[in-house]
Nanobody, 126 residues
Framework: QVQLVESGGGWVQTGDSLTLSCAASERTFIQYAMGWFRRAPGKDREFVAAISGNGGKTYFADSVKGRFGISRDYGKNTYLEMHSLKPEDAAVYYC????????????????????WGQGTQVTVSS
């Protein structure tokens, strides 16, 4: 059972940058792909970004391409770098982990992720 804890959320203004962190209870490098999802009020949880177990592949939702980056270290930590934030980026952001492998589409699907954090709130004011 992998436990995930997100941090780094907060209140920012439009155009600002923010980096979210996800700390796992055990080493996730290689064995687990990591993903970030978000849920805005009144909306379903949606895919934001994902990174493969060895960090060699990354995936982004169209809405954040060119503005967000995802990275991971060789141990337990995964990061979501967010730039040029917009009010529509405001949401609770969740970190998730899944056993590495499968098709590219599996990285984007929340149903494929086995472990989830509690989320961290990001608020963007206009």
């Amino acid at each position: 059972q992998v436990q995930l804890v997100e941090s780094g959320g907060g209140w920012v203004q439009t155009g600002d940058s923010l980096t979210l962190s996800c700390a796992a209870s055990e080493r996730t490098f290689i064995q687990y792909a990591m993903g970030w999802f978000r849920r805005a009020p009144g909306k379903d949880r949606e895919f934001v970004a994902a990174i493969s177990g060895n960090g060699g592949k990354t995936y982004f939702a169209d809405s954040v391409k060119g503005r967000f980056g995802i990275s991971r270290d060789y141990g337990k930590n995964t990061y979501l770098e967010m730039h040029s934030l917009k009010p529509e980026d405001a949401a609770v952001y969740y970190c998730a982990a899944r056993t590495e492998g499968g098709d590219d589409s599996d990285y984007l699907s929340r149903a494929e992720y086995d472990f989830w954090g509690q989320g961290t709130q990001v608020t963007v004011s206009s």
